[in-house]
C-alpha cells in the first residue's frame, strides 16, 4: 500500500501583479468588508493565528475555515471545508516588487498519498490534462 | 462500478497513481478502451511481473483500471472516470481563483479612476 504522506499535497498555483502596495492588498485578504468585495459574497474573518473564519458564495455554497498562517503582509494561510467536502489549505504569499506593485501567489493544496515530491507534480499534471482531453475527444 | 465519487476524495489518489511514468505508460496502453492482459502490457516494459502487478494494484486504489477474468486470463480495463474528476478538481479550483483574482485586480484598477 503506498505510504500515507499528509505533507504532501496535489495544488493549483496563481500568481497576480497588483498595482497596490503590500499593505493594501494585505488589507483586502484580511478585512472582512473588502474580503466581502472579491473572494466570497459574505465573509467573516478573524485574521489572527488560531482565528476562524467563514465564507458564502454566490452559489449559495458555505465554507467553515481556521486560520493558520499570518505574517503580516507577507504570507497568511487557512484551512477550509465544505460540509461533507475534504479540506483544502489556501496560502497567499506577498512580494513587493521592485518597479512598485506587489505580486501576488495563491496556492490551493489538498492532502494526497504519495511518495513523490511535489515539486514533481507539475510534469504529471501536465500529462493528466493531456491524457484527459484524448480521452474525451475519443 | 464505483459508486458516489466524490471529485476532492478521489483526487489524491489519480494524482499519486499518475505522479509514476510507468503507471502512465499503462494508462496510456489501455487508453483505448481495449481490456488487455498482464503478459500484453509487460511487452514493452523491462518491468517483472511482480512489479506490473503492484503497479496495476496502484491504478486499481485509484479507480482507473478494472479486472475481469476471462477464462484463465485476468484483463485489465481502462475507467476514465477518475482521470476526469482529478481533472475537474484542477480546473473547478483554477478557474474559482482565476475569478476572484479578477474581481480583486477590479478593486485597485478602479480605485485609479
Not at chain 1, 47 to 65: I, L, Q
Request: hydrophobic content about 40%.
Amino acid at each position: 500500500m503506498p505510504e500515507d504522506r499528509d505533507n504532501e499535497r496535489s495544488a493549483v498555483t496563481r500568481e497576480r501583479t497588483l498595482d497596490a502596495s503590500p499593505a493594501e492588498v494585505w488589507a483586502t485578504l484580511t478585512d472582512e468588508i473588502l474580503l466581502a468585495q472579491w473572494l466570497a459574497a459574505e465573509v467573516e474573518f478573524d485574521a489572527r493565528e488560531g482565528g476562524d473564519a467563514h465564507f458564502e458564495f454566490d452559489d449559495g455554497e458555505t465554507r467553515d475555515a481556521e486560520v493558520d498562517t499570518v505574517e503580516l503582509e507577507e504570507r497568511l494561510a487557512w484551512t477550509w471545508r465544505a460540509d461533507g467536502e475534504d479540506a483544502g489549505r489556501v496560502e497567499l504569499r506577498l512580494e513587493p516588487l521592485e518597479a512598485g506593485g506587489t505580486r501576488l501567489t495563491v496556492i490551493e493544496s489538498r492532502p494526497m498519498r504519495s511518495s513523490a515530491p511535489a515539486t514533481e507534480w507539475g510534469p504529471m499534471l501536465t500529462s493528466l490534462a493531456s491524457m484527459h482531453s484524448s480521452l474525451v475527444c475519443a | 462500478m464505483r459508486l458516489e465519487q466524490n471529485p476532492s476524495d478521489d483526487a489524491g489518489a489519480v494524482f499519486f497513481a499518475l505522479a509514476d511514468p510507468t503507471r502512465r505508460h499503462l494508462v496510456q496502453t489501455l487508453g483505448d478502451g481495449s481490456s488487455v492482459t498482464p503478459s500484453a502490457l509487460a511487452a514493452n516494459l523491462p518491468l517483472t511481473r511482480q512489479a506490473l502487478t503492484k503497479h496495476l494494484g496502484v491504478l486499481g486504489d485509484a479507480g482507473l483500471v478494472t479486472k475481469t477474468r476471462a477464462g484463465r486470463e485476468t484483463l485489465y480495463t481502462l475507467e476514465p472516470e477518475p482521470l476526469t474528476e482529478a481533472a475537474a478538481w484542477i480546473a473547478s479550483v483554477g478557474g474559482a481563483w482565476d475569478e476572484r483574482l479578477g474581481r480583486l485586480e477590479s478593486l485597485f484598477a478602479d480605485r485609479r479612476g
